[in-house]
């Protein structure tokens, strides 16, 4: 059974910095993506930043480029996401999410099926 588990939200002002974890366990594939995705209220979820372990791509939507991270330990089974420069806006829940043998529209929420229960994120003004 494939688990992700989050940790790492908080409450931090704008131009702060967190970093968030993903575990993830009893997933065998080796060719897979793996990502953070994000969801504010009243508002649709999106794909914040992506990697494909196969291809050792990373994708990222345009508005965290140049501010958030993503890196993969495989080692402790783990993602994360380095998010430096917070702005409000980037205030959600963030969820990990999993998928074997994607290769297209990484960053598109509904092509994957294996989610953790999300962190939340609160950034102030």
């Known amino acids: 059974q494939v688990q992700l588990v989050e940790s790492g939200g908080g409450s931090v002002q704008a131009g702060g910095s967190l970093r968030l974890s993903c575990v993830v366990s009893?997933?065998?594939?080796?060719?897979?993506?793996i990502g953070w995705f994000r969801q504010a209220p009243e508002k649709e979820r999106e794909g914040v930043a992506v990697?494909?372990?196969?291809?050792?791509?990373?994708y990222y939507t345009d508005s965290v480029k140049g501010r958030f991270t993503i890196s993969l330990e495989n080692a402790k089974n783990s993602l994360y996401l380095q998010m430096n420069s917070l702005k409000p806006e980037d205030s959600a829940v963030y969820y990990c999410?999993?998928?074997?043998?994607?290769?297209?529209?990484?960053?598109?929420?509904?092509?994957?099926?294996?989610w953790g229960q999300g962190t939340q994120v609160t950034v102030s003004s």
């Open positions: 990697v494909h372990v196969g291809q050792g791509i990373t």
């Open positions: 009893g997933y065998t594939h080796t060719d897979y993506s």
């Open positions: 999410a999993t998928e074997p043998g994607l290769y297209s529209r990484l960053l598109s929420p509904r092509q994957y099926h294996y």
